[in-house]
């Protein structure tokens, strides 16, 4: 009886200890799930947790506080995404939780390209102009002879994401740029290929999951599709397009984003995931994947886990090895010293620092 109890006791603490463990709860893209959780080089902390949900799940299970999304319980913490969060969205969750949770943190995490896998018969440097790009994944062109000005009659097979996707966004907000009667700006395919809603090639095929789109481009000869660069070789020429005779390279993707300013009012979250949608140098689809925060925690353990979290990655060099190494670009170093000076020292005098003593007295995320 001594010794059932005494297994009983230790199971308990055990349970117990691993709730205190992951302590800090969010979820969202899966474009940097990778590079966020479940590889030897992750950079998220072992009491982190990450549901790979998609961005617009994981705007969504913050917004709301709906740890259900996440298929969990209790508070949603964070949440990342490459879907850039919209002014009703901020506006909404301000009138409904402003008062009571305090301020929402955006912050860019890393800079990625979308990089533009395919798999064709005779090509091994494949390379598109942005125009091109839009027939291709409008369906204007149907073969790829049609769209390379050659005799070429395999039909082309657009992977696409099914699910509300920020790599959608990214792209989408590329290809509007060039071809706005083609594209509309939408986190999701099916809504920003226009008309919107119509239906897709019967031969096209939607996938869930970054992880997913590889795979099905490699498995039928005539695809192309779209992914962040840690779901393919992004540097090889013979698997990834170039776009407009540009590589999605880590030198390419920071050229492309170097004309985007430190935000001058750092108190609006919108500032802080700046749009190129078609930069004048280098890669042309590339963004910022981001972060969200809460400003405020009920929790004192959750606001220093995520103090001390936003330190480590937004110091120099921080997380660059693992970054690059999921052939991701690190954020540059002088935004890096504004999202220190500003959430996490407050050296800036700004008061938006985590668990802030001014702006958050008696107020913050639920325990």
């Known amino acids: 009886m001594f010794k059932r109890t005494l297994i009983a006791a230790s199971l308990t603490v055990a349970a117990l200890a691993s709730a205190q463990a ?8 899966s474009l940097p799930a990778a590079l966020y959780k479940g590889s030897a080089n992750s950079i998220l902390p072992a009491n982190f947790s990450y549901a790979v949900t ?4 994981g705007k969504s299970a913050f917004l709301t506080n709906n740890a259900a999304q996440f298929s969990t319980t209790g508070t949603v913490h964070f949440a990342a995404s490459d879907s850039i969060l919209s002014a009703t969205e901020l506006s909404t969750y301000t009138t409904n939780f ?3 949770y305090g301020p929402l943190i955006q912050l860019p995490s890393v ?8 798999k064709k018969s005779g090509q091994t440097a494949l390379n598109l102009t942005s125009a091109q790009l839009c027939d291709a994944l409008s369906g204007t062109k149907t073969t790829w002879g049609a769209l390379l000005g050659t005799a070429d009659t395999t039909a082309i097979r657009v992977v696409y994401r099914s699910t509300s996707s920020g790599t959608t ?3 989408s907000r590329h290809l509007n740029s060039i071809c706005p009667t083609k594209f509309a700006v939408n986190s999701t395919f099916t809504n920003a290929r226009l008309p919107a809603g119509s239906a897709l090639p019967s031969t096209w095929v939607g996938v869930a999951n970054t992880a997913d789109v590889a795979t ?4 039928v000869d005539g695809s192309i599709g779209y992914v962040g660069p840690d779901g393919v070789n992004a540097t090889s020429n013979a698997v990834v397009a170039r776009v407009n005779g540009v590589q999605p390279t880590n030198a390419n993707v920071t050229l492309a984003l170097s004309t985007a300013p430190v935000p001058s009012a750092p108190a609006n979250p919108a500032g802080w995931a700046p749009v190129v949608p078609n930069p004048a140098s280098g890669y042309p689809i590339v963004a910022y994947t981001n972060f969200i925060f809460g400003q405020c925690y009920k929790d004192a353990a959750v606001a220093t886990a995520v103090r001390n979290f936003l330190t480590t990655h937004y110091s120099n060099p921080g997380n660059n090895v693992a970054t690059v190494a999921h052939s991701f670009t690190p954020v540059p170093n002088n935004w890096k010293t504004a999202v ?12 938006l620092d985590i668990n802030n003593a001014n702006a958050c007295n008696g107020i913050g995320r639920p325990l």
């Not at 998609?54 to 799940?57: A, E, K, Q, T, Y």
């Not at 099905?216 to 498995?219: K, M, W, Y």
């Not at 220190?340 to 008061?351: E, K, L």
């Open 98 to 100: 402003g008062a009571s």
């Open 340 to 351: 220190t000076a500003n959430f996490i020292t407050n050296t800036s005098g700004n008061n």
């Open 216 to 219: 099905a481009v490699n498995a």
């Open 111 to 118: 800079a990625t390209s979308v990089a533009i896998p395919y």
């Open 54 to 57: 998609g961005s617009g799940v």
């Open 169 to 171: 966004e990214i792209l």
């Open 22 to 29: 992951m302590a800090v709860t969010g979820g969202g893209a």
